[in-house]
Every structure is written in C-alpha cells, then in structure tokens.
Nanobody
Framework: QMQLVESGGGLVQPGGSLRLSCVAS????????MGWFRQAPGKEREFVAA????????DVRDSVKGRFTISKDRAKNTVYLQMYRLESDDTAVYYC??????????????????WGQGTQVTVSS
C-alpha cells in the first residue's frame, strides 16, 4: 500500500503563488507515475499535471501551462506542484495520486490506484 499526504494549500490572492507537497510512504515515487488533480465545487475532478517515473517527462493541462510546474524529489519521496500567477479559476481541492499504468494514460483519473486526502487552494482577494 502507498499513502499520500498533501500539504501546502491555503488562501492566496490572485497573482500569488503556492507550492503543494505530496509526501509518499509505503512505496517509492520512483516506481509510479505521479499526478495532481483538482476538483472545484460543483465540477468534476480534472487533471492538472503528471510526472513520469524517472521524472524525465512532465505534462500539465493547457490552462495552467506556464504557471504550474510539477517535480519529483526521489530522495524525499515527495512530489511538488509549484503554482504561480494563481487565478480564481484555480480554486479547488487538489489531490495527489499515483499509478503504475503507462505514461500514455496519465490524464485519466480512473487509472490512479492511490490518492491523497486533498488540500484546499482558494484564490480570492
């Protein structure tokens, strides 16, 4: 089993920054494709970003491209989501997830086997 614990969420003004952390235990993140998803009130959960097993490939959704960066620290068994120039539409609960499936399926939430409890990000003035 793998446990994922997110942190780093909070209230931030538009244009501000946050860094979300996802600490894994029980398994090593090097063996998993790691992803970040988010769910806003009344909306479906959506893909935000993913990083490959060795960290050599990353993918982010178009609406956050150039503002969000995903990274993996294998020594700390942690995945990060650095968020810059936050907008009100970024308000959501952010979830970290892990999957063993191939990189090509990274945007599909249903293929992720492990999920964290989520951390709230609120962008508001």
């Amino acid at each position: 089993q793998m446990q994922l614990v997110e942190s780093g969420g909070g209230l931030v003004q538009p244009g501000g920054s946050l860094r979300l952390s996802c600490v894994a235990s029980g398994r090593t993140v090097s063996n998993y494709v790691m992803g970040w998803f988010r769910q806003a009130p009344g909306k479906e959960r959506e893909f935000v970003a993913a990083i490959s097993r060795n960290g050599g490939s990353a993918d982010v959704r178009d609406s956050v491209k150039g503002r969000f960066t995903i990274s993996k620290d294998r020594a700390k068994n942690t995945v990060y989501l650095q968020m810059y120039r936050l907008e009100s539409d970024d308000t959501a609960v952010y979830y970290c997830a892990a999957t063993t499936v191939v990189w090509g399926s990274r945007r599909q939430s249903e293929v992720y086997q492990y999920w964290g409890q989520g951390t709230q990000v609120t962008v508001s003035s």
